[in-house]
């Protein structure tokens, strides 16, 4: 099993800035795709960043030029640093990491986080 564990989140004014962290834990070999999704209340859940192994991020357009996602693999942690944080940004956001490979072999997919809270106020 793989657990993930997000932190950072917290309540911030408008250009303000946040890092979020998020720490895979578990029987992990090696982890394809983590990522930061986001829901705002009332709305769906939607991509925010992706990053795959080889350190290639894919960013939604509403983020893009404000947000940077990176990771570690061996610590099998990811990053988001937000800058220029707007008051849409407000939500909660959850960690992925997709297509994990265990030591045993077993793969797991889909793996999310119980989420950080991120308030932006103008």
């Known amino acids: 099993q793989v657990q993930l564990v997000e932190s950072g989140g917290g309540l911030v004014q408008a250009g303000g800035s946040l890092r979020l962290s998020c720490a895979a834990s578990g029987s992990i070999d090696r982890i394809n795709l983590m990522g930061w999704y986001r829901q705002a209340e009332g709305s769906a859940r939607e991509l925010v960043a992706e990053i795959n192994r080889a350190g290639n991020p894919n960013y939604a357009e509403s983020v893009k030029g404000r947000f940077t996602i990176s990771r570690d693999n061996g610590k099998n942690t990811v990053y988001l640093q937000m800058n220029g944080l707007e008051p849409e940004d407000t939500a909660v956001y959850y960690c992925?990491?997709?297509?994990?490979?265990?030591?045993?072999?077993?793969?797991?997919?889909?793996?999310w986080g119980q989420g950080t809270q991120v308030t932006v106020s103008s």
């Open positions: 992925n990491a997709d297509r994990v490979r265990s030591f045993s072999g077993a793969y797991y997919y889909n793996n």
